[in-house]
């Protein structure tokens, strides 16, 4: 078989295990940062991570934090070191309220994930039920998704990070509580989500899951997580979305 056989076989191949998928979904669960938009597009995650440890800083609780959390990048690490060392604390309260400003911040410079917008309008039309399972502020989704006119294809079912921030994914939390609130079977439900604790959730949760990694770095690493379906661009998923649609109406 050559190069080229091989691609279009795989392809091909990609495109049956999208259209099983879809066609099964009765309730589609996104993930928020990553399949619907980057959001620290603009306002970039390692100076919001950055933010938080000067944050900490001034009120003399930095050295909670060994090295390694300080300089992660990342801020959902330096809000999970606090809350792993002093849980339930008005300290860990005051951090998460700190970084849902800095999320709600960053919404003004985000970037639509290609194809996002009209795969939403397009599931929701043909009467897929949507929800936002996130570990975002779910405060953060919904002013993003009001600005791009998205709101009513999820409302109300939006569903994010609480002040219980063990219940974080890859805890299935937020996943169980967007199939409560949509009255949905977790069999005939599927997750899309760009990260292994988005996987891992949608299993513990019963649901399938696709993965979507904005390069191939991010689709290897939802590979070695055990992800069996992946794609590096919502266009296909669109395309049979579609196909699937106009089976229904």
């Not at 809350?83 to 604390?89: A, C, F, H, I, V």
């Not at 919904?142 to 998205?150: D, N, P, V």
């Not at 805890?171 to 069999?187: F, I, K």
């Amino acid at each position: 078989m050559t190069i080229q056989a091989a691609h279009t076989e795989q392809a091909a191949h990609v495109v049956e295990q999208l259209k099983d998928l879809v066609s099964g979904a009765e309730h589609v669960l996104f993930d928020f940062d990553g399949p619907i938009c980057h959001l620290f597009a603009g306002h970039r995650a390692h100076h919001v991570a950055d933010s938080l440890v000067e944050w900490l800083e001034k009120r003399g609780s930095h050295v909670l934090l060994t090295d390694e959390e300080r300089d992660s990048g990342d801020p959902h690490a330096v809000l999970r070191a606090v809350s792993r060392l002093q849980p339930g604390s008005e300290l860990v309260e005051a951090l998460e309220a700190e970084l849902t400003r800095e999320e709600l911040h960053a919404t003004t410079t985000a970037w639509p994930t290609a194809y996002a917008d009209p795969l939403i309008r397009t599931w929701s039309a043909i009467g897929v039920g949507l929800a936002i399972a996130t570990n975002n502020s779910p405060r953060v989704a919904e002013q993003y998704l009001t600005g791009r006119g998205l709101r009513e294809c999820f409302a109300p079912h939006i569903h994010g990070r609480t002040t219980d921030l063990h219940l974080l994914k890859p805890d299935p939390d937020c996943v169980l509580r967007a199939l409560t609130s949509l009255g949905a079977d977790p069999a005939a439900s599927l997750m899309i989500g760009d990260t292994p604790s988005d996987l891992y959730a949608a299993r513990e949760a019963g649901v399938r899951f696709l993965g979507f990694g904005r390069d191939g770095h991010r689709v290897e690493r939802l590979h070695r997580a055990g992800a069996s379906v992946t794609v590096d661009s919502l266009e296909p998923v669109l395309d049979a979305v579609r196909c699937v649609g106009r089976g229904r109406i």
